[in-house]
């Protein structure tokens, strides 16, 4: 007879490493969720799913998924857009998508898409979620727009000086902040218990004991705030902006998915993450969680990692984190409503930070200045104009200079002051190098034959060939005898 231990070698490893994973997605989902603008429960519902659905399927066994900072504001800016009901459709279909992505082996093809524009994305995404959690941290309202966000800070601060109700949730949110940037220098022992819940912990605490006059999170109950989509709300795929935020939607996670997988895999010497199966879970996560007008998931490099180091072995450890979830969602959903809005605005703060790659910057600048102008343009202009066309701002940029570097062109001009005068072009010649090539050419003199050869050449696309063109024709009319052109 098969004992428990020989068909589950690895059950007190994964249990453990289980446990730790929950404490640290408890307070994550629901800060997500807050911040998102939706019911704290559709953040847990999506931790759930993302435990036991994504879970159980194969593609990176010890990655966690659940609700992510990285789509916060995207998915806060959606629902103040289309409305609460639309976002289950948003997300059901983006679930489609990556299933449909994955079937077709498209995962693996993620990892092309240029680090520069995927870490430049989530720091413009953590500078907007910074801004924005700054207002819930002073107990006030943000604005809609995220340069607004930012412009508006300053007098944010000195209206929340000026009024000692503000001060209260100010400094739960500062505290919660400084617990999470000391938690890891304390004793081992104080850390065994994961620093986002001693934070929160700590802060509702503080908040009950002082009567302190913060905000806390509002309980529906679970059954409550679970809302399939409607039949109806399936007619905004119709609109363009509906679409277009689908696709945002697509990109963001699929991508923070499989790059955490990435890192994930360099945290662990077991079975490697196969991308397109990984690809398919997260969309299956996606669509159940469409399915519950819950928040999109991503897989979430802060519970990965902790899953990894708390010792974890297979996917038993993410399945059973989903399953605390659920019975705390199902057994304890009170619990939630003593939790202060201003602590879980400090986590949220301190993610934000961790997104934004100060470090990695400075040194990119110095090693490659176009990849670190990627990065700031692509964080930049999701900040002052949208999330979808901030990434495309920064996938066009990233285009624009690989091209550039791929068009080596060389033009060689052998001139012995007697004779033809020779020109040899080699390299890749495409329509970024055009001025380069033209100057070079105009320059040649009028009064002696010339020899263009182009057998060194590469690649010569549409718009450089119909330039030599020319050229050759324009110094044939003016020249002593017409341009000698040896063809590619």
């Given at each position: 007879?098969?004992?428990?231990?020989?068909?589950f070698?690895h059950?007190?490893?994964?249990?453990?490493?289980?446990?730790?994973?929950?404490?640290?997605a408890?307070?994550?989902c629901?800060?997500v969720?807050?911040?998102?603008?939706?019911p704290?429960e559709?953040?847990?519902v999506?931790g759930i799913?993302?435990?036991?659905?994504?879970?159980?399927?194969?593609?990176?066994?010890l990655q966690?998924s659940?609700p992510?900072?990285?789509?916060t504001?995207l998915?806060?800016e959606a629902v103040?857009?289309?409305g609460?009901?639309v976002l289950?459709v948003?997300?059901?279909?983006t679930?489609?998508?990556q299933?449909?992505?994955?079937?077709?082996?498209?995962g693996?093809?993620?990892?092309?898409?240029?680090?520069?524009v995927?870490e430049?994305?989530?720091?413009?995404i953590?500078l907007?979620?910074?801004?924005?959690?700054?207002?819930?941290?002073l107990?006030?309202?943000?604005?809609a727009?995220?340069?607004?966000?930012?412009i508006?800070?300053?007098?944010?601060?000195?209206d929340?000086?000026?009024?000692?109700?503000?001060?209260a949730?100010?400094?739960?949110?500062a505290?919660?902040?400084a617990?999470?940037?000391?938690?890891?220098?304390l004793?081992r022992?104080?850390?065994?218990?994961?620093?986002p819940?001693?934070?929160?912990?700590?802060?509702t605490?503080?908040a009950?004991v002082?009567d302190?006059?913060?905000?806390t999170v509002?309980?529906?109950?679970?059954v409550?705030s679970v809302?399939p989509?409607?039949?109806?709300?399936?007619g905004?795929?119709?609109s363009?902006?509906?679409l277009?935020?689908?696709?945002a939607?697509?990109?963001?996670?699929?991508?923070?998915?499989?790059f955490?997988a990435a890192?994930?895999?360099?945290?662990?010497d077991?079975?490697?993450?196969?991308y397109?199966r990984?690809?398919?879970?997260?969309?299956?996560?996606n669509?159940?969680c469409g399915?519950?007008g819950?928040?999109?998931m991503?897989?979430?490099?802060?519970?990965?990692?902790?899953?990894?180091?708390a010792?974890?072995?297979?996917?038993a450890?993410?399945?059973?984190?989903?399953?605390?979830?659920?019975?705390?969602a199902?057994?304890?959903?009170?619990?939630?409503g003593?939790?202060p809005?201003?602590?879980?605005a400090?986590i949220?703060v301190y993610s934000g930070?961790?997104?934004?790659p100060v470090?990695?910057i400075?040194?990119?600048w110095?090693?490659?200045?176009?990849?670190?102008?990627?990065?700031v343009?692509?964080?930049?202009s999701?900040?002052?104009?949208s999330m979808?066309?901030g990434?495309?701002?920064?996938?066009?940029?990233a285009?624009?200079k690989?091209?550039?570097?791929a068009?080596h062109?060389?033009l060689e001009?052998?001139?012995?002051g007697a004779?033809?005068?020779e020109?040899?072009?080699s390299?890749n010649?495409?329509?970024?190098?055009?001025?380069?090539?033209?100057d070079?050419?105009?320059?040649?003199?009028?009064?002696?034959?010339?020899?263009?050869?182009?057998?060194?050449l590469?690649?010569?696309?549409?718009?450089?060939?119909?330039?030599l063109?020319?050229?050759?024709a324009r110094?044939s009319?003016?020249g002593?005898?017409p341009?000698?052109?040896?063809?590619?």
């Amino acid at each position: 007879m098969t004992t428990a231990s020989a068909r589950f070698p690895h059950l007190r490893q994964d249990f453990a490493a289980s446990l730790v994973v929950f404490l640290v997605a408890l307070p994550l989902c629901v800060g997500v969720a807050v911040a998102s603008g939706v019911p704290a429960e559709l953040g847990l519902v999506t931790g759930i799913v993302g435990g036991i659905v994504t879970g159980l399927m194969r593609g990176s066994s010890l990655q966690v998924s659940g609700p992510a900072a990285g789509l916060t504001v995207l998915v806060f800016e959606a629902v103040q857009k289309f409305g609460l009901p639309v976002l289950g459709v948003l997300v059901l279909t983006t679930g489609v998508l990556q299933i449909l992505m994955g079937a077709l082996r498209l995962g693996r093809y993620f990892r092309a898409i240029s680090v520069s524009v995927v870490e430049g994305m989530l720091a413009g995404i953590g500078l907007v979620l910074i801004a924005g959690q700054l207002y819930a941290a002073l107990g006030a309202k943000a604005p809609a727009a995220g340069p607004d966000k930012i412009i508006g800070l300053p007098e944010a601060f000195a209206d929340a000086f000026g009024s000692t109700r503000a001060l209260a949730p100010l400094a739960l949110g500062a505290g919660t902040v400084a617990v999470l940037v000391l938690w890891k220098h304390l004793p081992r022992a104080v850390r065994s218990v994961p620093g986002p819940l001693a934070a929160v912990g700590l802060a509702t605490a503080a908040a009950l004991v002082l009567d302190l006059p913060v905000a806390t999170v509002e309980v529906k109950g679970l059954v409550d705030s679970v809302q399939p989509p409607s039949l109806s709300a399936f007619g905004e795929l119709t609109s363009v902006a509906v679409l277009g935020t689908v696709v945002a939607f697509t990109l963001i996670a699929s991508a923070e998915s499989l790059f955490s997988a990435a890192a994930v895999d360099r945290l662990h010497d077991g079975p490697r993450t196969q991308y397109d199966r990984e690809l398919l879970a997260q969309g299956a996560g996606n669509a159940v969680c469409g399915l519950l007008g819950a928040l999109p998931m991503t897989a979430v490099i802060v519970r990965s990692a902790a899953n990894v180091q708390a010792g974890a072995r297979t996917k038993a450890s993410r399945v059973l984190h989903g399953v605390w979830l659920l019975l705390f969602a199902a057994l304890l959903p009170g619990v939630l409503g003593y939790i202060p809005i201003p602590a879980l605005a400090g986590i949220l703060v301190y993610s934000g930070a961790k997104l934004v790659p100060v470090r990695a910057i400075v040194s990119l600048w110095r090693e490659h200045r176009g990849e670190a102008l990627i990065l700031v343009v692509t964080a930049v202009s999701i900040v002052a104009v949208s999330m979808f066309e901030g990434v495309l701002i920064g996938l066009a940029l990233a285009v624009v200079k690989t091209a550039w570097e791929a068009s080596h062109i060389r033009l060689e001009v052998i001139d012995k002051g007697a004779g033809p005068v020779e020109a040899y072009l080699s390299g890749n010649a495409t329509f970024l190098r055009l001025p380069k090539i033209l100057d070079s050419l105009e320059a040649l003199p009028q009064d002696r034959p010339v020899w263009l050869d182009l057998s060194g050449l590469h690649h010569l696309d549409h718009a450089c060939r119909t330039a030599l063109e020319n050229w050759a024709a324009r110094h044939s009319a003016v020249g002593t005898e017409p341009v000698r052109v040896t063809a590619v």
